[in-house]
Nanobody, 120 residues
Framework: QVQLVESGGGLVQAGGSLRLSCAASGSVFSINYMGWYRQAPGKQRELVALISSRGSTNYIDSVKGRFTISRDNTKNTMYLQMTSLKPEDTAVYYC??????????????WGQGTQVTVSS
């Protein structure tokens, strides 16, 4: 079994910062890519940032220069540092991790989601 536990969401004023964490535990033999998604009310879930196993990163245009994705492979943990937050960043943020587990194949796992609310 693999579990992803997210933390770090909350309420912040516009211009503020938050750091999200996503820790993988259980039968984690190898981790491929890791990513952060978000879903605002009434909108589709969107990919915010992605980091490869080698540390290459990609971001959607709306967060470039404000968000930073990183990972600590020794802890099977991924982070999303969010700065200069805007009200339009308000959403539930989900982590997704591609893991090679005990069933001997890579598959995607999802965190439970953490609410980020940015007030104006």
């Amino acid at each position: 079994q693999v579990q992803l536990v997210e933390s770090g969401g909350g309420l912040v004023q516009a211009g503020g910062s938050l750091r999200l964490s996503c820790a993988a535990s259980g039968s984690v033999f190898s981790i491929n890519y890791m990513g952060w998604y978000r879903q605002a009310p009434g909108k589709q879930r969107e990919l915010v940032a992605l980091i490869s196993s080698r540390g290459s990163t990609n971001y959607i245009d709306s967060v470039k220069g404000r968000f930073t994705i990183s990972r600590d492979n020794t802890k099977n943990t991924m982070y999303l540092q969010m700065t200069s937050l805007k009200p339009e960043d308000t959403a539930v943020y989900y982590c997704s991790v591609n893991i090679f587990g005990e069933d001997s194949r890579f598959q995607d796992y999802w965190g439970q989601g953490t609410q980020v609310t940015v007030s104006s």
